[in-house]
């Protein structure tokens, strides 16, 4: 099988994914390609830069993850104190979706930079460059502030269908101007 050059991550991080774990992750490939998520084999393997080279450099937006307790993601399973009690397939599947979030509400900004500003306004300045997927998720199910959680919801369904409004085809939801629709999808979406 003919397979694609090597290539190099272009961004890396680590996702805080609760239970006391931080999942790996890194992309490569285009940017603006279409995106496709490698799951390791294993389970337990964890990434290899030879994953990447199954797919067309110029075509795909490549992104990997070190599922929990392996790789580059913490804590380790060979640690005898770790619990792999949290380290079940439901487990696995959210953090999926959260890594996905993170993508959506991370990446997309370099394409609506105007939407990007307002999405990140919306946070406390202290949290503007960290995660906002929690600094949101702290506006609208931590606060407690019906107007703090209404403001927020409002800034973050902005957001969702800037995002999403470049898809063929897209018309703004008539739900968009019901505050109370905002707010409940909004808390549920920043909570995952």
């Given at each position: 099988m003919d397979?694609?050059?090597?290539?190099?991550?272009?961004?890396t991080g680590m996702m805080d994914a609760g239970d006391g774990h931080r999942?790996?992750?890194?992309?490569?490939?285009?940017p603006t390609g279409t995106p496709v998520l490698i799951l390791h084999g294993g389970p337990g393997s964890g990434t290899t830069p030879g994953g990447r080279r199954n797919w067309d450099l110029d075509r795909y937006l490549i992104i990997q993850m070190d599922q929990r307790n392996c790789g580059r993601s913490t804590p380790l399973a060979s640690?005898?104190?770790?619990?792999?009690?949290?380290?079940?397939?439901?487990?696995l599947i959210s953090d999926i979706e959260q890594l996905r979030l993170h993508?959506?509400?991370?990446?997309?900004?370099?394409?609506l930079p105007a939407q990007w500003a307002r999405f990140?306004?919306?946070v406390p300045d202290s949290d503007r460059?960290?995660?906002l997927v929690a600094a949101y998720n702290r506006l609208l199910n931590e606060s407690g502030d019906v107007e703090v959680q209404r403001s927020a919801a409002q800034g973050w369904c902005d957001w969702e269908y800037a995002s999403?409004?470049?898809e063929p085809g897209w018309s703004p939801s008539a739900r968009l101007h019901e505050p109370d629709f905002r707010l409940q999808?909004?808390?549920?979406?920043?909570?995952?």
């Open positions: 397979r694609f050059p090597p290539v190099e991550p272009y961004d999942v790996y992750w890194e992309t490569s490939g285009n640690d005898p104190t770790v619990s792999l009690d949290t380290n079940t397939t439901q487990h993508w959506l509400y991370h990446e997309t900004g370099r394409y990140r306004s919306g460059d960290g995660d999403v409004s470049w999808f909004a808390c549920i979406v920043a909570r995952c």
